[in-house]
């Protein structure tokens, strides 16, 4: 009540006599939760059934969308203090989930850190580079860390563009800090979620594009690389396109977390598990719990 009173700045009685009307009219139901309870099994049965550290986010089952992605955005950038700091480099794929992680994030001072972007966001439409640009500073502000852009499109019109493109020496140099990054930052991209994944909604792919990708069974992306729901990638032609680096490259990178919010990304969840991209799994608990429920 004390903290209510705090941040609304009225008395603390004020707090009392309001929260007995919400309760009274039905508004408000408090309860105590055990740390024991459901969420913590859950978990439990994610890290044995897939090997992958999941930290579970509660999120009344109700909770609109844009809402339960903010919170899980809220724990995400909390969190991910844990796992960055000094002498590390960490590497971002951009999109709405790590949009919403970013407006979030908490300080925390570190020396000789980076992070990186780990595919491009120029389109026929726009540069991106807006876009792209504000999700990194965010993240290069937070941790005091250089930030190195990557100045390509997402997807090339000719893959013997991008194959130019990556002799050259700025962009080998881009390519290998991406492969030595320490941490790996990413949502999931999916074509039928409530929250449109922005690869799908910001002209990055053509309406005919996004239904071939659907008859041939793409069930998602991570960093603008496609995959099928048993993990496979390599043989999907726009795949040879994307700027994103390959799924073999995330695999390598020590640390990856993967932050998930809205059950219409169960597919794509459980396609990157079967792809082996993720080692530590954020995600809101209705999703979770349907994870373990529909494996």
């Not at 919400?22 to 024991?36: F, L, M, W, Y």
């Not at 997807?155 to 493109?165: H, Q």
């Not at 991406?178 to 053509?206: C, H, M, N, W």
């Not at 005919?208 to 048993?230: M, N, P, Q």
Request: charged residues 25%; negative net charge.
């Amino acid at each position: 009540m004390d903290a209510i009173g705090d941040e609304l700045r009225i008395s603390r009685s004020s707090v009392s006599r309001l929260l007995e009307l919400a309760k009274t009219r039905g508004i408000v139901d408090i309860r105590i939760n055990s740390p024991e309870d459901e969420p913590h099994k859950i978990e439990g049965e994610i890290a044995e059934r897939f090997s992958v550290s999941a930290h579970i986010v509660p999120v009344p089952e109700r909770t609109a969308p844009v809402d339960r992605l903010e919170r899980v955005g809220v724990s995400a950038a909390r969190m991910l203090g844990q796992f960055f700091s000094s002498n590390m480099t960490m590497g971002i794929a951009w999109g709405s989930t790590i949009s919403a992680v970013s407006r979030h994030l908490n300080r925390k001072l570190t020396t000789n850190s980076q992070v990186v972007q780990l595919n491009g966001a120029g389109n026929d439409q726009t540069s991106g580079v807006d876009y792209s640009n504000e999700i990194l500073r965010r993240f290069g502000e937070a941790f005091s860390a250089q930030v190195q852009h990557f100045p390509a499109p997402a997807f090339f019109d000719d893959p013997r563009t991008k194959e130019l493109l990556w002799e050259e020496r700025s962009t080998q140099r881009v390519l290998d800090l991406q492969k030595r990054a320490d941490v790996a930052l990413f949502g999931l991209g999916s074509t039928d979620s409530e929250i449109p994944s922005q690869v799908y909604a910001g002209g990055y792919l053509s309406g005919s594009e996004i239904a071939d990708l659907r008859s041939k069974g793409i069930i998602g992306d991570v960093a603008t690389v496609f995959y099928r729901a048993d993990g496979t990638w390599q043989d999907i032609p726009v795949n040879k396109r994307s700027s994103g680096p390959g799924l073999d490259v995330i695999r390598s990178i020590p640390r990856r977390l993967c932050v998930v919010s809205g059950h219409r990304r169960l597919e794509a969840l459980k396609g990157a598990l079967a792809a082996g991209v993720i080692t530590d799994l954020i995600i809101d608990e209705t999703t979770a719990r349907a994870l373990v429920d529909n494996v």
